[in-house]
Every structure is written in C-alpha cells, then in structure tokens.
C-alpha cells in the first residue's frame, strides 16, 4: 500500500484542478490512471461519491 502527492488537488475542496471535479484517483483522465491498480475500481469509487452527492442535495 502507498500513497500520493497530486499537484493537481485543490485540498480546500477536495476536487482536482486539472479534471475541474470532484477529487477520484485514477478516474479517467488523472495522471494516476493505467499507473495504479486500486482496492476498489474506479468506476465503484464514482458511484459512491455521487451517490455521497445526491444524498447531499437531498439533505438541503
């Protein structure tokens, strides 16, 4: 297991500065996709952020 620095995360939102969303390692279009092999796959971690999203929305 390992972890990373990304010069394209903005921390305050938690987004990525260069795919201007939400912050998802290896999504396409990250420098870290095809590099990495991930625990859970990418497509899976999407889900649940914009699942985590909705919910959001629904709460406000």
């Given at each position: 297991?390992?972890?990373?620095?990304?010069?394209?995360?903005?921390?305050?939102?938690?987004?990525?500065?260069?795919?201007?969303?939400?912050?998802?390692?290896?999504?396409?279009?990250?420098?870290?996709?095809?590099?990495f092999?991930?625990?859970?796959?990418?497509?899976?971690?999407?889900?649940?952020?914009?699942s985590?999203?909705?919910?959001?929305k629904?709460?406000?």
């Open positions: 297991m390992s972890s990373f620095s990304c010069p394209h995360l903005n921390e305050k939102g938690n987004t990525c500065l260069r795919l201007k969303t939400d912050c998802v390692p290896g999504r396409k279009g990250c420098v870290l996709s095809k590099k092999q991930f625990a859970v796959p990418v497509e899976e971690r999407i889900k649940m952020q914009n985590k999203e909705e919910s959001k629904i709460r406000e």
